[in-house]
């Protein structure tokens, strides 16, 4: 599939908007009902952590306004229900889905788990983005770690732990698909990855 500036806004601004309904429901509380919880409220709450991750990304991305207004078209920022499907979806469906997904023990699951997903997702996006820009590594690994940490904070979840935990699971799970000899990428693309992975290491852990 062809790599373009909109699928690499899309893979980052994915796993973001399910970060900020994932976010939303950790801070109302479990006792709170799904259908009462306000993105719009939790997005202003937090604006000035949204607005530097927003900023750091398109620095990371080299993004114009275009692919920058994605995330109004996407509408995540924007007043909309969250339900128990749409945490099915965020947490790779580490449920089953039955009639009473919205009790607390099973959101509770989800978001543990679409956390740990999420992050995954966005730190291989971020890093994809920057080795399609031929970024200098050790310029763009900061802001990368930056934004890992800002987003466990909208998830509410420790942010030294969350992004040693997020790194090593991409090391594992994504990075390998890059590295290894059957991969289709190129010596360059490795090399940045490789790069990205050393430094990102040095600055997590």
Do not use: C
């Amino acid at each position: 599939m062809e790599i373009t500036e909109e699928s690499l806004g899309r893979e980052i601004f994915g796993p973001l908007g399910g970060i900020v309904e994932l976010g939303a429901v950790a801070e109302a509380g479990p006792e709170r009902p799904l259908g009462s919880v306000s993105v719009t409220d939790f997005v202003a709450r937090h604006r000035e952590v949204l607005d530097r991750v927003t900023l750091e990304i398109q620095k990371i991305g080299n993004f114009d306004s275009t692919i920058m207004a994605m995330i109004n078209e996407l509408g995540w920022n924007q007043d909309h229900e969250i339900t128990a499907p749409s945490l099915l979806l965020w947490s790779g469906a580490i449920q089953e889905f039955f009639p009473h997904l919205e009790n607390a023990e099973s959101v509770q699951r989800m978001l543990r788990t679409g956390n740990d997903l999420q992050m995954t997702r966005l730190l291989h996006a971020l890093v994809g983005a920057a080795a399609f820009r031929g970024k200098i590594v050790n310029t763009s690994a900061p802001g990368i770690a930056y934004t890992l940490e800002s987003v466990a904070i909208l998830l509410g979840i420790d942010p030294n732990h969350a992004t040693r935990l997020t790194f090593r699971m991409w090391r594992t799970a994504f990075l390998p698909a890059i590295l290894m000899p059957p991969s289709p990428a190129s010596a360059t693309t490795r090399a940045l990855y490789r790069g990205f992975a050393h430094e990102l290491e040095d600055l997590l852990n």
